[in-house]
């Protein structure tokens, strides 16, 4: 039973990697060396899981794509005061105001859901996507199912296509790490080798 589990779900994976618009995996490499061209940093933002790949992809912009590039969910200090003191829901337009985000900067999304206001569904990303859209910044992510809000607002967007309803969440943060390595591996964003790619 274990055997055929293992097998069902990797043909998903299988299924989706298939499926995935790549013109809009080359929109949004291109819309990111657009954002570092113009000397606009990259806040990346993710709850759950995709505050996990927050943190693993800031390292690798920075590291391998030349980004000046920060996620606040790397400073626990900063984030739990500010929930504490403005709410969950305003946490990360409240760190991207006081990180004073501009027209030439980007925000990063990583999310299964999207947002959704009406749904009670990361607020805390829609309240982020509203500032950001306001000020004019380049908004981008990675998402699954129909995108939510993120889909609507996006400069550039891409969604991990749902070929399981019952396994949606898992799909979704492993593309999503799929993708961003894509991404920091691309030619149009890669300025130094990774490690083992640069080692003998």
């Given at each position: ?15 989706i990697a298939a ?36 943190s693993h992809a ?143």
């Amino acid at each position: 039973m274990t055997g055929s589990f293992a097998r069902q779900y990797l043909d998903e994976a299988v299924r989706i990697a298939a499926a995935l618009d790549t013109d809009a995996i080359e929109h949004l490499a291109a819309t990111l060396a657009c954002v570092r061209a113009r000397g606009g940093r990259l806040f990346v933002l993710g709850v759950g899981g995709g505050a996990g790949h927050a943190s693993h992809a800031v390292n690798d912009f920075r590291k391998l794509a030349g980004f000046e590039a920060y996620a606040p969910t790397d400073n626990v200090s900063e984030l739990t005061a500010r929930v504490n003191d403005e709410g969950w829901d305003g946490v990360f337009a409240a760190w991207l105001k006081g990180s004073r985000l501009r027209p030439e900067d980007g925000v990063f999304v990583f999310s299964v859901g999207g947002g959704s206001l009406e749904k009670n569904i990361s607020p805390n990303l829609v309240k982020a996507l509203q500032h950001a859209k306001s000020i004019g910044s380049t908004i981008v992510g990675v998402v699954g199912r129909d995108g939510g809000f993120m889909a609507t607002v996006a400069d550039a967007c891409v969604i991990v296509p749902t070929v399981n309803a019952n396994a949606v969440t898992p799909h979704t943060e492993a593309f999503q790490a799929v993708i961003w390595h894509l991404l920091v591996s691309h030619p149009a964003l890669q300025t130094a080798p990774a490690k083992w790619e640069s080692t003998p």
